[in-house]
């Protein structure tokens, strides 16, 4: 129901856009947010956007970096990521929840996740 996209090899400092289309029902009123997990590490959130649009929140490590928007027209939300790192490589999650939290376990729809690698 959620397909990422996007991800790719970018080297250091590159940017990357990621898409998450939703097919099969809308989440124009869910909260849709980011996750990422690197080799050996567990899950994590990166960033969230409300139903509306209007409210977002990052983890800190990609604050000024990292911009996430949703298309609710389009069923689709994006993660526009600048200045990536190294630290950044992890592949790449879209989920959805009825709440707006950075909580993982508050999210019931998962798409099946993108590799994005950032070499030095």
């Known amino acids: 129901q959620l397909q990422a996209s996007g991800g790719g090899l970018v080297q250091d400092g590159g940017s990357l856009r990621l898409s998450c289309e939703a097919s099969?029902?809308?989440?124009?009123?869910?909260?849709l947010g980011w996750f990422r997990q690197a080799p050996g590490k567990e899950r994590e959130f990166v960033a969230v956007i409300s139903w509306n649009g209007l409210g977002t929140y990052y983890v800190d490590s990609v604050k000024a970096r990292f911009t996430i928007s949703r298309d609710n027209a389009k069923n689709t939300v994006y993660l526009q990521m600048n200045n990536l790192k190294p630290d950044d490589t992890a592949v790449y999650y879209c989920?959805?929840?009825?709440?707006?939290?950075?909580?993982?376990?508050?999210?019931?729809?998962w798409g099946q996740g993108t590799l994005v690698t950032v070499s030095s």
């Open positions: 989920a959805a929840s009825s709440v707006y939290s950075s909580t993982l376990s508050r999210y019931d729809y």
């Open positions: 099969g029902r809308t989440f124009s009123r869910h909260a």
